[in-house]
């Protein structure tokens, strides 16, 4: 009899209610005779905040003693344990988050969305490194970085490209930060954290792709040293520049330079800069013809890169939930076994109205148009800016390393055979 | 030519430095007053404290993931998207909501012609709710957390027939806390949110008094 009536009510049940309804209490709270005590819900807690202060303390003492390894001991023993240390740590300890590479996302979306409370321990991660390339170089990418040290572990045989490749390569991270940029603040996605290859590894734990992505590089990585570094990773272009400015960076010699050619080969990452002299000089004529062709170049090509990427604002902001939504509204398409999408069913429960949905969504796009002319632009001045670099031959004296590219690893220095206690003597 | 060369390099360090000192006064300076809070820094001595949602400032609050069970439409993207398997969202019992129903619509499935614990009859497909009797007509109903996948079908169940005592959560013990969650930016319905690490869960309901927050 129990039974049925609690069928019946059941069946009452499904016919008037469809909607979740949570805090209704459609079955009172029983009375319990047997003395039955109710369990709690057990709610374990996040790791301690503190601790964050922790990553921001470990982050701070490696710059220190990595710069203080690398501009005063130059020594490379000491920059490898470091930098083991760091991919203990910011790699397997902390698995990859709370970085400085996806911290470009996150103050980028600090900047664009004002509810947006960015945690201090990410605009410090953000910040720190910045601070210490310019006044020691790229000692960021040295030793601290744990993408970097993964990667340094398994340079085993790395192979010259040339500096044609290199600098057609070195184009990507420009366009990869320009995309991480406008999709973070625009609220879409964190490409550079859904991208990230090498936190499978650091997790035990990722989608097949991932894993894939973080493999290949690897096994990249032992031909063309720090792949990613060089030719992916959007922070190195923040720190590339920053370092270009640096007050003190690495040098090769401890003196002068006596041009034995000894250090030539030993940089994994083509990053030493090789003397020029140029035997005939170029006459005044040519490089004014060359400046004035840079400075229409560069314009005009920022130009086209706007207006090109403005047409690619559409299929840019396709990813966005909102813009997807209002297409879905729009062409209604069905998920498996579903009448519907699930995005169209949580719009109908929502209670909103389809005006709102496409006013959002064409909010998103006009924020991607503008977007999308700013990154055109800014493509089209990298490319511009590579071109001039190329027709401008630098003259050069020294076996330096290029303070952008260096990654202050200290490989070269063991190369020279100068040492300072003899000049001084 | 060397000295205009240290000046020009002086003078751009200088405004870089500048500039990343600028932003990070600003948003320290927003992250710190509580972003939308135009009242202060105290939040002893707000009135508002009751209904504000705003983290409470603190210079090195950190935030987490969670799941609003009030948008959550239980399509099961949980058990798929999360970049930890099995999943970090997993089901929840507010065993202060539970009305410990014999016909538990969580974890019976509705065409169920008798009930028992027969793994034919049970709605989840790792028979990870345990049903234990209490008294005379009341069922305690328990989630192995380690079994469950956080599908959600046995949180729709309890919502459509019960009390829904079931929500999802983000179990903060298994969370990694991604920068982005990769199962937010799958949500249909924008259910996912961060929140301030002080206040980690967003249980409905009657679990809302502050005495059953963060028993561990």
Known sequence: MKKTLALVFLVFLFTIQFMNSYGIQRFPKPEFESGYVQPETLLPNPRAEVLAILDIAVLIISLSVVSWLVIKKRNRNGVFWMSLFALAYFGFYREGCVCAIGSIQNVTLAIFDKSYLIPISAIIFFVAPLVYTLFFGRTFCAAVCPFGAMQDLVAFSPQKLGSRLNAVLGVIPYIYLGLAVIYAATGTDFIICRYDPFVGIWRFNASFGIFVFGGILLVIGIFIARPYCRFLCPYGVLLNWASRFSRKHITITPAECIQCRLCENSCPYDAIDIPVTTKNPESKGTMARKLIFITFLIPVLMLAGGWVGSKLNEPLASANAKVRLAKQILNPVTEKNQAETFEIQAFKSAGKQQRQAFAEASEVLHKFYIGSWILGGFIGLVFGSLIAGRMITKHQTDYTPNKGTCFSCVRCVDYCPVKLPLITK | ?216
């Open chain 2, 1 to 216: 030519m060397q000295n205009r060369r240290d000046f020009l390099n002086l003078l751009c360090r200088g405004t870089i430095l500048t500039g990343l000192a600028a932003t990070t006064g600003v948003l320290a300076y927003r992250s710190v007053k509580g972003g939308n809070c135009d009242l202060g820094t105290s939040c002893n001595n707000c009135k508002k404290s009751e209904s504000c949602d705003l983290p409470e400032a603190a210079l090195f609050r950190q935030t987490v993931w969670q799941l609003d069970p009030t948008k959550c439409i239980q399509c099961g993207r949980c058990a798929e998207n999360c970049v930890m398997s099995p999943s970090a969202v997993k089901v929840t019992h507010v065993y202060a909501m539970c009305g410990y129903c014999d016909l538990c619509g969580g974890y019976l499935k509705p065409d169920t012609k008798n009930i028992s614990t027969a793994a034919e009859n049970q709605l989840c497909p790792t028979s990870a709710i345990k049903r234990k009797f209490v008294e005379d007509p009341f069922y305690q109903y328990t989630i192995d957390e380690p079994l469950c996948i956080g599908c959600a079908k046995c949180v729709k169940g309890c919502g459509a027939f019960g009390n829904g005592s079931l929500q999802l959560q983000i179990r903060h013990d298994r969370c990694v806390n991604c920068n982005e969650c990769s199962i937010a930016r799958n949500c249909p319905s924008d259910a996912f949110k961060r929140v301030p690490a002080n206040k980690p869960y967003l249980l409905q309901g009657i679990e809302a008094k502050p005495e059953e927050k963060n028993k561990v």
